[in-house]
Nanobody
Framework: VQLQASGGGLVQAGGSLRLSCAAS????????MGWYRQAPGKERELVAV??????????NYADAVKGRFTISRGNAEKTVYLQMYSLKPEDTAVYYC???????????????WGQGTLVTVSS
């Protein structure tokens, strides 16, 4: 199983970017998917998570991005997106996606990580 993140780049403050993360390989189900970020010299922090529930997906966001970022899943549910608006210099970081994936019905699920994509916001 692999997670491939893409969509990072250089953008001016106030601009927008859309990150994508696609799961590939053999698996039977994907549960929660999320985005984290790590700025230089700082610990990795949660940005947003989308949780699969019996009544549909629910989302949660870090306070710093609420109202500016939106997490969503693709129709095939193998992809997670992070739409980022009103970007600020403090959003500069390497963004990582992760997903809770079950590869076999006889096994518990495990968390997989993508390789990271760099977002740089200039002032």
């Amino acid at each position: 199983v692999q997670l491939q993140a893409s969509g990072g780049g250089l953008v001016q403050a106030g601009g927008s970017l859309r990150l994508s993360c696609a799961a590939s390989g053999r698996f039977v189900s994907i549960y929660d998917m999320g985005w984290y970020r790590q700025a230089p010299g700082k610990e990795r922090e949660l940005v947003a998570v989308i949780t699969r529930g019996t009544r549909g997906d629910s989302t949660n966001y870090a306070d710093a991005v609420k109202g500016r970022f939106t997490i969503s899943r693709g129709n095939a549910e193998k992809t997670v997106y992070l739409q980022m608006y009103s970007l600020k210099p403090e959003d500069t970081a390497v963004y990582y996606c992760n997903a809770d994936i079950r590869v076999h019905w006889g096994r518990a699920s495990s968390v997989y990580w993508g390789q990271g994509t760099l977002v740089t916001v200039s002032s």
